[in-house]
């Protein structure tokens, strides 16, 4: 009984300690940061292999920095790679499991795929977690209510093809 007072002070301090670490991840490492934006620029003129390799590299310098995975999971989605996306969007989960953005994206990748049942989870999640006008939850909404987009389908190897 004599240790609880320093006991209860130390967990205090262990517990403070904890939240201004957590928090701190928040931010990018500056080169990081510079990368991420070579990358989104990347991206806006169309070049995604040269968004991959700044994200990629972004990640090499911050591998904590949670946001990059959310990059690297969008332009995966514009590749067509939803099974890539959803990785990326899974590893940022486990990071920040109320991250709404990576939530709604694993959905959206999930519709793209044609896994609705699996969307609608995502979006259920959403609903709870942060209501019914959330943009997030708004745009899965969206997306589900769309259905799966034919714009990645691959063709079969018997289908005919126009010569």
Known sequence: MRFAPAAAALSLFLATTASVISAA??????????????GQAALATG?????IDAYEAALAVDPGY???????????RQEGLQGKAIK?????????????A?????????VEKGALEKAKRNLA???SLCGDACPETLSLAT???AGPSTRFAVESADAPTAN
């Open 47 to 51: 070049d995604t292999q040269g968004a």
């Open 102 to 110: 990576a939530i709604s994206g694993e959905g959206a990748a999930l």
């Open 143 to 145: 997306t589900i209510e």
């Open 88 to 100: 990326y969007y899974r590893e940022a989960l486990a990071r920040d499991p109320g991250n709404f």
């Open 125 to 127: 999640r959403l609903q």
């Open 66 to 76: 949670t946001p990059i995975f959310l990059e690297l999971a969008e332009v995966a």
């Open 25 to 38: 991840d928040k931010v990018p490492d500056p080169r990081a940061a510079s990368l991420i934006a070579q």
